[in-house]
Nanobody
Framework: QVHLVESGGGLVQAGGSLRLSCAASGRTFSGYALGWFRQAPGKEREFVTANTNAWSGGITYYLQSVKGRFTSSRDNAKNTVYLQMNSLKPEDTAVYYC??????????????????WGQGTQVTVSS
């Protein structure tokens, strides 16, 4: 069992930056893949980025529309994964969630692949 807590959301003007954090408690990220998703009002939850191994190495995938603007990273000592978001646009406005699943085969862009979810953090980008 892993408990995830996101933080770092807020209100920012278009072109600005935010860094989201996803902290794990209960156990480390070792043995887990981790993803970030977002959900805007009235829309389905959408894949943003995922790493096939949240603890070490792994391959990182990004939604095409955030490539070059968003970057995921990790700090194993703090058992925390980050999502650095630069050049934010109003269409990035959403509740952002981190999610985790045990290592294994699967499509990490799919919501159903994940076993554990954080509570979400609101990101609002004004124009």
């Amino acid at each position: 069992q892993v408990h995830l807590v996101e933080s770092g959301g807020g209100l920012v003007q278009a072109g600005g930056s935010l860094r989201l954090s996803c902290a794990a408690s209960g156990r480390t990220f070792s043995g887990y893949a981790l993803g970030w998703f977002r959900q805007a009002p009235g829309k389905e939850r959408e894949f943003v980025t995922a790493n096939t191994n949240a603890w070490s190495g792994g391959i990182t995938y990004y939604l095409q529309s955030v490539k070059g603007r968003f970057t995921s990273s990790r700090d194993n000592a703090k058992n925390t994964v980050y999502l650095q978001m630069n050049s934010l646009k109003p269409e990035d406005t959403a509740v952002y969630y981190c999610a985790a699943r045990p290592l294994g085969v699967g499509d990490l862009t799919k919501v159903d692949e994940y076993d554990y979810w954080g509570q979400g953090t609101q990101v609002t980008v004004s124009s």
